[in-house]
């Protein structure tokens, strides 16, 4: 391995192409600074190539072969689908290629700088990177660690790629499995489990926890619930992994629940049980870089970390591990860096689970108000009620929900489980984003027949008066 002579130096060095990398880069460049940006693999990072982008192309195909198969009851009769999985995953890749040839473009347009290979700092001001034929030095004013999440693993039960497997593998499957234990509840777990249970794949799933979605407004783990019986999802909750035995086709996974030890035999085991951060091995030491205990870097509202002209996120600082929170805590960084005011406030960080119904939140549930002594008026509106829904066939058991201070009229959250939830939620980013009283909300004409209508009436129903559901506490006020 051949080592540089010399060191290049740059203006601000981006370690980590993925969605907060990549746009801290171009945002930097925007702002008239000299950019270098090191990936060691593709860019766009695990969400474009092993994440978000493929995992919803792989949603999408799914939903549409349930809605053929249930067409039937809007009128269209069809003579049944057939699965082709192999030409699936190939239309999934075109579609990263293409986002990700755009993203290399779009950084080759504002003159990123863009080096392939493994970044190591070796101090404050420097680092290096091991490229396919030779070490590269380089020195920066600035640098904006970008470096990203691993999918956690079972303890003792190590992935192999083939039976047990993460979300990446569960993205490249080329035949459809007859059956999946899918362990742990969360976005990937339901994302994925759905995925497949949709496609054929008798599911299985379990999770620690005694209730799905904990974390969430209760009632939209409980609406979940009934969503995962339709599709034939065995949910148990409360389980703990004891261990897993190789057979001839798949393994069987042993654990416990409701105080009883079980077992049961599967073609796969999909792990997404969480993600830790990528911050072993980079030279954080080196360049005195602080950690917490768990693996993060230490940053404030700026994202700057313990070591000035050192900047820190996405994945590798606490917070949800969500692509859109690495992309706007880049343009921070890189905006702070160019001598702007910028900052970063985490509680208005929006969620969304690809799940079916979909799962949308941004903001505090009224469990999380009451707990920093916050008095709350909520208001809730069922997708059942609405026109749109039941127009498109999906009205499920969904909800739209307002959650707003009972002292200023504040919304403080907004919480959705329904159809197009994640297109739904954005009108709640910037309610709460922006402190918006809820008559904002009920003041604002929503097109009718439309999904976001759902909000309107929802933040009406916070006093009672939602026109749409019977309300027979305001009768004769």
Known sequence: MVVGDFAQGTQVAVIGGGPGGYVAAIRAAQLGLEVTLVERDLLGGICLNWGCIPSKALIHV????????????????????RVDLPKIMKWKDMVVEKLRNGVSSLLAKNNVQVVVGTA???????????????????????TILAVGSSPLQLPGIPRDGEVVIDSTDALEMTTVPDSLIVVGAGAVGLELGTVYAKLGTKVTMLDG?????????????????????????????????????RK????????????????????????????RPNTGGIGLEKAGVKMDKRGFVEVDSRMQTSVPGIFAIGDVVTGLMLAHKASYQGKVAAEVIAGQPAAFDGVHVPSVIFSDPEIATVGLTEEDAH????????????????????????????????VSDARTG??????????????????????????????????TIHPHPTLPESIE????????RAIHIFNPAVLGR
Not at 384 to 393: E, F, P, V
């Open 62 to 81: 799914a939903d549409l072969k349930r809605q053929i198969e249930h067409a039937d009851s809007l009128g269209l009769i069809t003579s049944g689908v």
């Open 120 to 142: 190591r700092l070796t101090g404050d001001r420097s680092f290096t990177v091991e490229g396919p034929d030779r070490v590269h030095r380089f020195e920066f004013q600035h």
């Open 209 to 245: 926890s005694d209730k799905l979605l904990p974390k969430l407004d209760p009632q939209i783990g409980r609406v979940m619930e009934r969503a995962l019986k339709t599709f034939g999802i065995d949910l148990v909750l409360g389980a703990r992994v004891l261990g897993v035995n």
């Open 248 to 275: 001839d086709s798949g393994a069987e996974l042993e654990y416990s629940a409701s105080g009883k030890e079980q077992s049961i035999v599967a073609d796969r085991i999909l792990v997404g049980i969480g993600r």
């Open 371 to 402: 707990s920093q002594g916050i008095d709350t008026k909520a208001g809730l509106f069922p997708f059942k009620a609405l026109g749109r829904a039941m127009t498109i066939g999906d009205e499920g058991h969904g909800f739209t929900k307002v």
């Open 410 to 443: 504040s919304v403080l959250g907004v919480h959705i489980v329904g159809p197009h939830a994640s297109d739904i939620i954005a009108e709640g980013c910037l309610a709460v984003s922006s402190a918006s009283h809820v008559d904002d909300l009920t003041l």
């Open 457 to 464: 009436e929802a933040a009406e129903q916070v006093e009672h």
